[in-house]
């Protein structure tokens, strides 16, 4: 096999003799030893469909599950078919598609791609994963040459995988290798030739092609123990990242990005265009954080850019409490109280104190205490994020209701309400007219009766009040409207 080398001292090339490969499993590729980017490229035959742009030249393409000599598909799963065949049960990164190729009788091109828009002056590394399907040793073994050129023809570089030898079982193997674009070139033609003849094996499946800008080593470091942070976040203090890039751009930018999805997508963060870079403490949230470089020229095409290693800050959020609104009781009754938080599976309860509660490691326990007492609860998330909150119950002796007011418009006395009385518990209050005629309600907020009944001011005269308590207890009493 050949190879054309592309001179570089921040890569190192991995040639074997070919005499090597033929009896072996593997095989053996060119790989970036420096810092890749993000793919610019990456073809992974989807979920099954055959929507991709490539060509394969004297073959033909099949929805069957078994293709036949000169024939493609684009599947999921490929069986044994009966044949002397491995079953491959996924793709290489498992849950999608792969190109299955049933090689022609004649050696020749198999697959051919136009890829565009690549940096001019930038090496890529090219990356495909293979699939010898033959289990059967004594068959013929797939074969290939994978290469990258010009759209004028001239070749960029090349690898030749020799006789890619039968595994056990069905095994992944990827191949690879880099090469450097022309000083206005932005398309190359990526060839992938089968040299060996079908009709007696040679059968082989085809995954995630990729190309990725490949560059000078870079590293980001943080401070010990802080390269991947999980904390809540009222833990949170400034930390920062500093990186270095090996010689080998001649005039280097840097941006940092951050991404808030694991890392699908990256934004680049406004003004972090140095080495360092300060992460300050942020709302609740993931957060991956890495640099990217390229030439100066070229910074503003992400596609150019190399990037680093990523560090990660997983930024947990308290978990909400509210203990609710203070409360008013009397002595020797009880009251629940209201608390309320986001109802996260996980979440620690803890009152304190925890005197005259029914339980205190529940949300909302039963209180009676004999004098005002104020409680504080504090929340433990599953994450042990840590929230508090207070509430006051007001305990008093008895209930206090005025038995006379004045709704005459003078601002005084003009509202018939009840200081102290709680009706959040259920508490109810009904005020009738000497005939029996409900002409007030109130239950679920305080007490303010203006007089009227329907809109209309009732006159002067004596009605009956009930309070009716939840667990049962009915007040009574008499109550003077004067006009």
């Given amino acids: 096999m050949t190879f054309k080398r592309v001179l570089n001292k921040y890569y190192l090339l991995s040639l074997l003799a070919a005499s090597l490969l033929v009896t072996t499993k593997s095989v053996f590729a060119q790989l970036c030893t420096g810092s890749l980017g993000d793919p610019v490229v990456n073809i992974d035959f989807g979920t099954g469909a055959s929507s991709y742009s490539f060509t394969a030249p004297g073959y033909r393409y099949t929805t069957g599950s078994c293709p036949n000599d000169g024939e493609y598909s684009i599947t999921t799963f490929q069986s044994s078919c009966g044949r002397q065949w491995h079953s491959v049960a996924t793709d290489h990164t498992g849950g999608g598609a792969f190109m299955m190729v049933n090689a022609s009788n004649n050696p020749g091109d198999f697959f051919l791609q136009t890829v565009s828009n690549l940096c001019p002056n930038t090496t890529y590394e090219f990356s495909a994963w293979v699939l010898n399907v033959v289990n059967n040793p004594g068959l013929i073994k797939p074969n290939l040459t994978f290469k990258v050129e010009t759209t004028g023809g001239v070749i960029l570089n090349q690898y030749a995988t020799g006789d890619i030898g039968v595994a056990p079982q069905a095994t992944w193997e990827q191949v690879g290798f880099f090469f450097t674009t022309g000083p206005t070139s932005s398309s190359v033609v990526l060839r992938i030739t089968n040299n060996a003849p079908g009709g007696n094996g040679n059968d082989l499946a085809l995954d995630d092609i990729t190309f990725r800008p490949c560059g000078p080593t870079i590293r980001s470091v943080a401070p010990p123990g802080f390269d991947t942070v999980r904390i809540c976040e009222y833990q949170q203090q400034p930390i920062r990242y500093q990186a270095t890039v090996s010689t080998g751009y001649s005039s280097p930018a840097y941006q940092w990005q951050v991404s808030v999805d694991t890392g699908r997508t990256w934004v680049d963060i406004l003004g972090a265009t140095g080495l360092q870079y300060n992460r300050n403490p942020s709302l609740p949230g993931h957060y991956s954080y890495r640099i990217t470089v390229a ?160 809109g209309i001011p009732l006159q002067t005269g004596v009605f009956i009040f009930m309070i009716k308590y939840p667990d049962g207890f009915i007040q009574k009493g008499k109550l003077t409207l004067i006009r």
């Fill in 295 to 454: 030439e100066s020229s070229l910074l503003g095409i992400a596609m150019c850019r190399i990037a680093s290693n990523v560090h990660v800050a997983d930024i947990y959020p308290k978990p909400l409490i509210d203990a609710g609104p203070d409360r008013t009781m009397f002595a020797g009754r009880s009251i629940q109280i209201g608390a309320t938080s986001d109802g996260a599976g996980g979440n620690l309860y803890q009152w304190n104190p925890s005197l005259y509660l029914s339980d205190a490691t529940v949300l909302n326990p039963i209180a009676t205490p004999p004098l005002t007492q104020t409680y504080t609860v504090q929340v433990t998330s599953a994450k042990n994020c840590i929230n508090t909150d207070q509430v006051v119950l007001s305990v008093f002796d008895k209930l206090y209701v005025p038995t006379a007011f004045t709704p005459n418009g003078d601002g005084k006395n003009d509202l018939w309400t009840i200081p102290n009385l709680d009706l959040a518990d259920g508490t109810q209050v009904y005020v009738f007219d000497r005939t029996g005629l409900l002409v007030f309600t109130a239950s679920g907020s305080t007490v303010n009766w203006d007089g009227n009944f329907k």
